[in-house]
């Protein structure tokens, strides 16, 4: 598979939704495969919140010959987000002793806009985002109807929920609990507090009990396996993560909201949205329910729902490379 990491550097000015000015924007991403003769052969998709460019190593089983996301007949593009750690940067985006600017979503769709327009692209056969990735696309098949001919949806909504919006607000309330997170490189703890909590989300009971559970141990009073687990992720995070990132984006997630400025109410709004869509949930998401996905359903006028059985809860879109991909390749036929 021909992938490539590179760079590209903006010049000159980068002003965010609220009017924060940010300069010297760096942006990483990867591609994969080669672009066609008439260039109409690109699928773009966006990140979740702690993923980055590199698509095939998040989500493997998914980017290759043959695979949904076909190398062999398209080019691919995963672009960094303005926020994240892995490489995207820019001025005034993170300070020292000093909160991270407020990036929201449409700021990151604005980046990614930045970026099709130097590479010359014009047109995105398929845009695709799971969870906050979602909310990327969802914006900027809003932003740019001409350029996106088609977008796929997976386990995200039109608007942040007040539930995802409380989860985020108790993880960043573990982030700030630790006194050295505005430090560059500080906040280990917190982090790793509040990855703890994510991981909670991310799976559900069933899940838990199935993977988690001291079921051949009943006198066990202390150092439970689902204890060390939560322990793990949230070191494994820590390793490859920053708490200002973490913190920032959480905010970006909370910002989503289609209808925001657009003088319509979210039925209105979704309603306008003409690109054929594929939608998927998965049926034990605790985080971002299939109700989310029912609401983009029924006011996309031309979308399809796939709601998938998996144990994996939120994750599972992640994990569920076999159904997502077989549902894709049919819908794209």
Known sequence: MNTTRHIYHHE???SLENGQVLNDLQIVYHTYGQRNEAKDNVMWICHALTANSDVADWWPGMVGAGKAFNTDTHFIVCANIVGSCYGTTATGLFTENELPAFITI????????L???????????LLVGGSMGGYQTVEWAIA???IIQKQFLLVTGA???????AIHTAQRLAIEADSTWLQTGGGAKG??????FGMVTYRNYKQYMLSQSDSNDDEKTDNFKASSYINYQGEKLVSRFNAKSYWCLTKSMDSHNITRGRGGNMNEVLAQVLQPTLIIGINSDFLCPTQEQQVLASYLPDSQLHIIDSLYGHDGFLTETIKVGSILKDWMK
Not at 115 to 125: F, P
């Open 106 to 113: 449409r700021d990151m769709v604005q980046a990614h806009i």
């Open 115 to 125: 970026l099709r327009k130097h590479l010359g692209i014009n047109s995105i056969e």
């Open 144 to 146: 740019e109807p001409t």
């Open 159 to 165: 608007a942040e929920s007040a539930w995802g919006i």
């Open 191 to 196: 982090l790793k507090a509040a990855r703890a």
């Open 12 to 14: 000159g000015p980068f």
